[in-house]
């Protein structure tokens, strides 16, 4: 059974930082793309970044560009998302996704996790 757990989210204050990580269990990390989306409240979901299998590619929206960085660690598993410079429209339930493809992830990811709350406060 494939799980992907969030953590790291909470209350922060704007311009603060927050990191986000999400272990995979189940599933041969290596073998994935790995992606984190957001939903705010009354919102549809949408994408924040991508990193690929090796995690030498990536690709951010430009909402978040330059102040989010996702990172991968193979050896644990995990997947993570610094957040850095916070803003208060970046309040949001965060998902981490995965997916075989790296355009799959992006737009219909195979799995889902269960998300974690970040709210940043102005």
């Known amino acids: 059974q494939v799980q992907l757990v969030e953590s790291g989210g909470g209350l922060v204050q704007a311009g603060g930082s927050l990191r986000l990580s999400c272990a995979a269990s189940?599933?041969?990390?290596?073998?994935?793309?790995m992606a984190w989306f957001r939903q705010p409240l009354g919102n549809e979901r949408e994408f924040v970044v991508v990193?690929?299998?090796?995690?030498?590619?990536?690709f951010y929206a430009d909402s978040v560009k330059g102040r989010f960085t996702i990172s991968r660690d193979n050896a644990k598993n995990t997947v993570y998302l610094q957040m850095n410079s916070l803003k208060p429209e970046d309040t949001a339930v965060y998902y981490c996704?995965?997916?075989?493809?790296?355009?799959?992830?992006?737009?219909?990811?195979?799995?889902w996790g269960q998300g974690t709350q970040v709210t940043v406060s102005s």
């Open positions: 189940g599933l041969i990390f290596r073998n994935y793309n």
């Open positions: 996704a995965a997916d075989p493809s790296f355009a799959g992830v992006q737009r219909v990811p195979h799995y």
């Open positions: 990193i690929d299998w090796t995690g030498s590619s990536t």
